[in-house]
């Protein structure tokens, strides 16, 4: 593939990694027994538990926005709701999906980076406890961010002591959880399950995957009664299972995840050296994973991207999202930056 091919719109843009197509030709050898009921899906799950730890309930689907909907669906009511950034992939890209499956309400919380704090949830606790206002029940954050931040692990312990003190649950949105912990340099579950997070949705086809999410309760029985019956009828029950799984039990082996993550992240990494220095693109937030975002003249986004294509991710500024992914190679970042370069000239 030359350098000419390549996006920077987004890492589900990148192909599947060579690891994990192998791991899907060797699961097609032969029969296996559907819905999960396969040595690759039993191996895949122990995979997980020896991230996560063994009382950890793992349950694969196939997308991120089925993920978020079985998981938070298995843990309110139909009157109780989620709190999370006004930001969240759950408030703006998943099309409302929860709220039509679970019948339960999403309240977006406004906040400049896309972090929740705990002093932004103490205005939703404070009042509506009666039969006129949806309950806060779950606290929904990602990991991380859709503005490509991160949550350091004091201010993701500190959420959740704040949240477990008022009977709340707190649910992470991992759909770039690698990435993440790569950022970190820390192990998934230090910067999650050790930190009191309830529930985590995995991501894996953001980081290399040819499709599959999975979802992780850490309390144990949280969601056991509920969390089977829910992925089927929201449709991520896999009847060919094995699939699934074999990509995440190469995933989650010989440290997969954090070699494609951390490549990813490096990436992004170079492209930064290379970009803040153009005149013309002044870079709006923190670059901390595998996202940079700027602001350019708006002519000068409209060359670039007949060029090689990204997404305007607010009009209003405008500003751009570039990302990277485990297949970004130096010379496509020298090459975009080049022509990032030549359409500002």
């Given at each position: ?43 895949a ?38 709190l ?10 998943e ?20 972090k ?9 606790l ?46 992470v949105?991992?759909?770039?959880i690698?990435?993440a ?33 999975a ?39 010989n ?9 990813a ?18 870079i ?10 700027a ?7 409209a ?35 080049e ?7």
């Open positions: 593939m030359s350098a000419a091919t390549r996006s920077f719109a987004s890492d589900n843009t990148a192909p599947v990694a060579p690891e994990i197509l192998d791991a899907i030709r060797r699961a097609n050898d032969g029969d296996a027994v559907g819905y999960g009921h396969d040595a690759w899906t039993a191996s799950v122990r995979r997980f538990r020896e991230h996560f730890g063994d009382a950890t309930g793992v349950y694969f689907t196939f997308n991120g926005t089925g993920a978020n909907v079985v998981a938070l669906s298995c843990l309110v009511k139909p009157w109780e709701a989620v999370c950034p006004a930001s969240a992939h759950l408030q703006t890209d099309c409302g999906a929860f709220e039509r499956f679970a019948g339960s309400k999403v309240i977006p919380i406004a906040t400049d980076d896309g929740l704090r705990p002093e932004d949830l103490e205005p939703h404070r009042h509506g406890h009666d039969e006129h206002h949806p309950q806060p029940r779950i606290v929904s954050i990602s990991q991380s961010t859709e503005y490509g931040g991160l949550y350091e692990p004091g201010e993701i312990h500190e959420l959740c002591d704040y949240a477990h003190e008022r009977g709340l649950l707190v649910h949105d991992g759909a770039r690698a990435n912990a790569a950022a970190l340099h820390a192990p998934p579950r230090t910067i999650t399950a050790d930190l009191g997070v309830d529930a985590l949705t995995f991501g894996g086809t953001k980081n290399g995957l040819m499709f599959g999410e979802i992780c309760f850490f309390t144990p029985d949280l969601a056991a009664g509920a969390a089977p019956f829910a992925r089927k009828q929201a449709m991520q029950l896999s009847s060919k299972m094995r699939y699934v799984a074999a990509q995440f039990e190469a995933l989650l082996s440290d997969l995840w954090l070699r494609y993550a951390s490549h992240n490096a990436m992004t990494a170079r492209l930064h050296e290379r970009v803040r220095a153009i005149k013309g693109i002044r709006t937030r923190p670059v901390r994973c595998n996202a940079i975002f602001t350019m003249d708006r002519g000068a986004i060359r670039a991207q007949a060029k090689v294509f990204f997404y305007t991710f607010d009009e209003a500024l405008p500003e751009v999202r570039w990302m990277t992914h485990w297949a970004t190679r130096p010379e496509d970042v020298d090459a975009f930056a022509s990032l370069e030549a359409a500002l000239a």
